[in-house]
């Protein structure tokens, strides 16, 4: 997933006989060129976030671009022009410049002031915007929702309250899906001005003041909009939540002495103050009277203020509501908007716009949500199993807010980041996915941009202390660390994405970069490499990586996004010296020279034009070694869309063991689409096929390896395959299991607030027979992307350490085995060996129930358990000898004089606790 290659453009042009033909983009791929950063079609409509539409354009070279005579056009869904404006000055070096469209019906904010001006009236949600030089060729392209113009894959389509927008360092691939997220509009002009909101349509003469005092309740109602909408009201309450600064600009009233039990319609209410200095808000707790203008403003009751008074009689005080948690859905949860609550325990479930935004998802209860595909069954039935639960996420989830409007990336870098900096940035505390929160303080309930908010009563930044926070957590880092040393087994096998590691640099071979908030280079954006630009980059990168996999320590480990040398470089010479580096830093590291790792076949057995990252294998050379060249499954269905999958048998060092295959495998990600195959709806997102069809090519060439057939083998890396979906089906038709799904193993990834598992470890029949332990090793994927070596700097906080937390966005997996001896000296098989097709212990495609959390010890076998006595652990093992004797009735079992445990079904072998299995092997050496 974290992989997206860079393709031909593939700009739509088939439009209708009416429409305009449109030229085929040329974007500038090196990010040599102007792109367009941001677009917005909803302003001034209902619930709109902005006054006009607007485009915005973003430099992300290192010198100023002239645009005088550049345009930018708009086309309709259908692909008709809407209209052109052209452009003149230039934008900065990593600046911005904002071309405002047409206004709507006067709802929303006003825009920054723009750089230049339009009729264009884009759609809300569905269209194409056009960037064109002073050739009139265009250079860069979006469409969203149903558009005929577009890069690759049309983006989401937007909303009155949704934009579309690249990330801060105005990555383009290509693909207008991959590249552009619907989230809450930032629009930013040359001057870096980001929106300064303005009281609600200040042109409008007043309305007479009104006559008596007005409940809130009757101002909210109780359906989605007030009753009283564009009425002049006076009320009066409770001060329960103040922002004066941070861009809400406002402050929440409830209804004095109410908060005991929830009602039907909502006591609480937000004032809006507009450009008011904070010496004209009220206190916390004060009782006020408010006169203003009732509104809906992004599906949120408000009103604008043009009077705030003190009462003289202070009201009742306001008694926190105690809730649990939120109702599902929005009419449920409507009475509670702008109450004061009091919630009871929730889980952080997405914590990636905390780089930006200050806002972290939260599931209410113990457990974050898991990603449908990882639990259940593909399927576009509304009834079904996987669409229920995608329903029931949206309708739990709930974001906890930072009471600020502002954009840590784009306009806010100076100011530490909430939550995870505390105390004058004094404290630096991870907030990971999965950690389970208290409320320490109560919190407003709140509505915008399309999501219920908890908002904390004040303003929270990094420079906030930490006892103020609305919440509280245990820092889980410490438990996660050692967390993976417990894989049982006598031998270990791990997969582990390691997030485009290069030593070929940016600042070597050329190209564009991310950049942090002083302009500094750190990552590449377009170029011939991926990962570091800079070699302090590199260097942060690395010590993460190295303490991950020394960290990881499996005896055999395959990894995925490393540079393949020969592709960057043209010299089939250099293909492995990106992993050769990475080994010898290992060794460094461990302080021995443990590590080793599988070189690159012949020049002949290597694809011709391979991508830029590859798949690779490193082992401990005191355990196993290598045993032949490598194998690279060459296969038209990976070219241009994955990494081929490179296959090695080793050979454990220890006298008379078997031997075992591992492939390591990059399928197809899910993000933009190749070969037309376009998500669905049934929960695979893009490129399902694609991934079917290269599953099957792996066991196309492995059925073809005649003397791999009766070994162990396990088929390992990123899948971007969530355990129930079908590529991974393909292999379970074919007898191969998911240990990691037996063992109850975490996931492995998390996407929008979604947690699953697309890095497997997968164990062929042989290979399920010798099974003894699995687990995922959380260090990655539940971490804020501000711990990521790519991210040091954006923020005025340094959060980079040389920890192994956040090393890459995927977590590694390791597996735990225990191999028989080798019987290929002369010994016959007896056909009762082979493990049966359907083995009673192969978990089902769909649990009834989802996972427990990770014990902190495996549970033991009844008679075998951990605190089992000598004599009790011998009692055991010769009970289940016994009983293995009665159930398989193999002559002379109890002899024990030849393999005994290659005389053991696989299946049965797989189930045997681990003392059994030591007991037995030691028998037979």
């Known amino acids: 997933?974290?992989?997206?290659?860079?393709?031909?453009?593939?700009?739509?042009?088939?439009?209708?006989?009416?429409?305009?033909?449109?030229?085929?983009?040329?974007?500038?791929?090196?990010?040599?060129?102007?792109?367009?950063?941001?677009?917005?079609?909803?302003?001034?409509?209902?619930?709109?976030?902005?006054?006009?539409?607007?485009?915005?354009?973003?430099?992300?070279?290192?010198?100023?671009?002239?645009?005088?005579?550049?345009?930018?056009?708009?086309?309709?869904?259908?692909?008709?022009?809407?209209?052109?404006?052209?452009?003149?000055?230039?934008?900065?070096?990593?600046?911005?410049?904002?071309?405002?469209?047409?206004?709507?019906?006067?709802?929303?904010?006003?825009?920054?002031?723009p750089d230049a001006e339009g009729s264009l009236n884009m759609s809300g949600s569905k269209g194409s915007v056009q960037l064109a030089d002073t050739t009139g060729t265009p250079i860069d392209a979006i469409g969203y929702g149903a558009a005929s113009l577009k890069e690759g894959t049309a983006a989401?389509?937007?909303?009155?309250?949704?934009?579309?927008?690249?990330?801060?360092?105005?990555?383009?691939?290509?693909?207008?899906?991959?590249?552009?997220?619907?989230?809450?509009?930032?629009?930013?002009?040359?001057?870096?001005?980001?929106?300064?909101?303005?009281p609600e349509n200040p042109a409008e003469p007043e309305q007479p003041a009104p006559e008596g005092v007005t409940a809130i309740a009757d101002i909210q109602g109780t359906g989605a909009e007030s009753p009283l909408k564009d009425q002049t009201v006076a009320t009066e309450g409770v001060v329960t939540g103040v922002w004066s600064q941070g861009g809400l600009n406002g402050f929440t009233i409830q209804t004095g002495g109410t908060g005991a039990e929830a009602t039907d319609a909502s006591?609480?209410?937000?004032?809006?103050?507009?450009?008011?200095?904070?010496?004209?808000?009220?206190?916390?707790?004060d009782s006020v009277a408010v006169t203003g203008k009732v509104s809906e403003f992004y599906g949120s009751t408000q009103l604008t203020a043009s009077t705030v008074t003190q009462l003289d009689t202070p009201l009742e005080k306001v008694t926190p509501l105690k809730v649990d948690q939120l109702p599902d859905g929005n009419e449920a949860r409507e009475p509670f908007e702008h109450m004061l609550i009091q919630p009871g325990e929730h889980t952080v479930t997405n914590n990636y716009a905390l780089n930006q935004y200050g806002e972290i998802g939260l599931a209410p209860g113990k457990e974050a949500f898991r990603q449908p595909s990882d639990i259940f069954s593909p399927s576009t039935d509304p009834n079904s199993d996987i669409q229920k639960l995608t329903k029931d996420n949206a309708d739990k989830l709930v974001t906890l807010d930072d009471g600020r409007t502002r954009d840590y990336l784009k306009t806010d870098q100076n100011t530490p980041l909430p939550y995870i900096a505390q105390d004058d940035?004094?404290?630096?505390?991870?907030?990971?996915?999965?950690?389970?929160?208290?409320?320490?303080?109560?919190?407003?309930?709140?509505?915008?941009?399309?999501?219920?908010?908890?908002?904390?009563?004040?303003?929270?930044?990094?420079?906030?202390?930490?006892?103020?926070?609305?919440?509280?957590?245990?820092?889980?880092?410490?438990?996660?660390?050692?967390?993976?040393?417990?894989?049982?087994?006598?031998?270990?096998?791990?997969?582990?994405?390691?997030?485009?590691?290069?030593?070929?640099?940016?600042e070597e071979l050329g190209g564009s970069a991310y950049t942090d908030r002083e302009g500094n280079k750190v990552t590449v954006n377009r170029g011939k490499t991926r990962g570091a630009y800079t070699q302090s980059a590199l260097a942060d990168q690395e010590r993460k990586i190295v303490a991950a996999i020394n960290g990881l320590d499996a005896d055999v480990i395959g990894l995925s996004e490393i540079e393949d040398g020969y592709a960057v470089t043209g010299g089939f010479a250099q293909r492995d010296k990106a992993l050769k580096h990475l080994t010898e830093k290992l060794n460094e590291a461990a302080g021995s020279d443990k590590w080793a790792f599988v070189p690159s076949p012949s020049k002949d057995a290597v694809p011709d034009s391979p991508d830029v990252i590859r798949t690779a294998f490193i082992y401990h050379k005191d355990v196993v070694k290598p045993v032949g060249e490598s194998r690279i499954f060459q296969d038209d269905r990976f070219t241009g869309t994955a990494r081929e999958p490179l296959a090695q048998e080793f050979q454990p060092l220890k006298e008379g063991e078997e031997s075992f295959v591992a492939v390591a495998n990059h399928f197809k990600?899910?993000?933009?689409?190749?070969?037309?195959?376009?998500?669905?709806?049934?929960?695979?997102?893009?490129?399902?096929?694609?991934?079917?069809?290269?599953?099957?090519?792996?066991?196309?060439?492995?059925?073809?390896?005649?003397?791999?057939?009766?070994?162990?083998?396990?088929?390992?890396?990123?899948?971007?395959?969530?355990?129930?979906?079908?590529?991974?089906?393909?292999?379970?038709?074919?007898?191969?299991?998911?240990?990691?799904?037996?063992?109850?193993?975490?996931?492995?990834?998390?996407?929008?607030?979604?947690?699953?598992?697309?890095?497997?470890?997968?164990?062929?029949?042989?290979?399920?027979?010798?099974?003894?332990?699995?687990?995922?090793?959380?260090?990655?994927?539940?971490?804020?992307?501000?711990?990521?070596?790519?991210?040091?700097?954006?923020?005025?906080?340094?959060?980079?350490?040389?920890?192994?937390?956040?090393?890459?966005?995927?977590?590694?997996?390791?597996?735990?085995?225990?191999?028989?001896?080798?019987d290929s000296a002369g010994q016959p098989d007896d056909p009762a060996d082979d493990p049966a097709d359907d083995p009673a212990d192969k978990p089902s495609d769909e649990p009834s129930d989802k996972p427990e959390d990770k014990p902190s010890e495996k549970p033991g076998k009844p008679g075998f358990g951990s605190n089992s006595s000598t004599s009790s652990v011998g009692a055991g093992i010769a009970a289940a000898i016994a009983a293995i004797a009665g159930l398989v009735a193999i002559p002379g079992f109890l002899a024990v004089t030849g393999n005994l445990q290659k005389a053991i079904p696989a299946p049965i072998w797989g189930m045997l606790p681990q003392e059994v299995k030591n007991f037995i092997t030691s028998l037979q050496r």
């Open 669 to 822: 990600s899910k993000g933009s689409v190749a070969k037309g195959d376009a998500d669905s709806g049934d929960g695979r997102g893009n490129n399902p096929n694609v991934r079917n069809a290269q599953a099957q090519a792996v066991l196309d060439a492995l059925h073809k390896q005649e003397d791999w057939k009766d070994k162990p083998l396990f088929a390992l890396g990123d899948f971007n395959t969530y355990t129930h979906e079908t590529a991974l089906d393909v292999f379970r038709n074919d007898g191969f299991t998911v240990p990691a799904e037996k063992y109850g193993a975490d996931p492995s990834y998390q996407f929008s607030g979604l947690l699953g598992t697309l890095d497997h470890v997968l164990a062929n029949k042989v290979a399920t027979g010798t099974l003894d332990d699995a687990q995922v090793w959380n260090i990655n994927a539940d971490e804020p992307v501000a711990f990521e070596y790519s991210r040091r700097n954006y923020n005025i906080v340094d959060f980079y350490d040389d920890s192994p937390f956040r090393a890459s966005d995927h977590d590694p997996v390791k597996v735990g085995f225990t191999l028989g001896a080798d």
């Open 156 to 198: 989401a389509g937007l909303s009155n309250a949704k934009s579309a927008s690249r990330d801060a360092a105005g990555t383009d691939s290509d693909d207008n899906a991959a590249d552009f997220t619907t989230g809450t509009p930032t629009p930013t002009n040359s001057g870096n001005e980001a929106p300064a909101p303005q």
């Open 267 to 285: 006591q609480a209410i937000f004032v809006y103050m507009g450009d008011k200095p904070a010496d004209q808000y009220p206190d916390l707790e």
């Open 1 to 113: 997933m974290s992989s997206r290659r860079l393709g031909a453009l593939a700009l739509a042009t088939a439009l209708s006989s009416a429409a305009l033909a449109v030229p085929t983009a040329t974007a500038a791929t090196d990010g040599s060129a102007a792109v367009i950063s941001e677009v917005y079609g909803g302003g001034g409509n209902k619930g709109a976030a902005f006054t006009h539409d607007f485009i915005e354009l973003y430099n992300p070279t290192d010198a100023p671009i002239d645009l005088t005579g550049y345009t930018v056009e708009y086309f309709s869904a259908s692909g008709n022009t809407g209209g052109k404006v052209g452009l003149s000055g230039t934008i900065a070096p990593h600046g911005y410049f904002l071309v405002q469209g047409a206004a709507g019906n006067g709802a929303g904010e006003a825009l920054p002031a």
């Open 425 to 506: 940035a004094h404290t630096i505390k991870s907030l990971r996915t999965t950690d389970t929160v208290s409320f320490q303080h109560p919190v407003i309930v709140g509505f915008s941009h399309e999501q219920w908010r908890f908002q904390p009563t004040t303003p929270v930044t990094g420079n906030t202390a930490g006892a103020d926070l609305p919440i509280s957590w245990e820092n889980s880092r410490e438990a996660e660390l050692h967390a993976i040393d417990d894989v049982k087994g006598e031998y270990t096998i791990g997969a582990f994405n390691v997030l485009n590691y290069f030593t070929s640099l940016g």
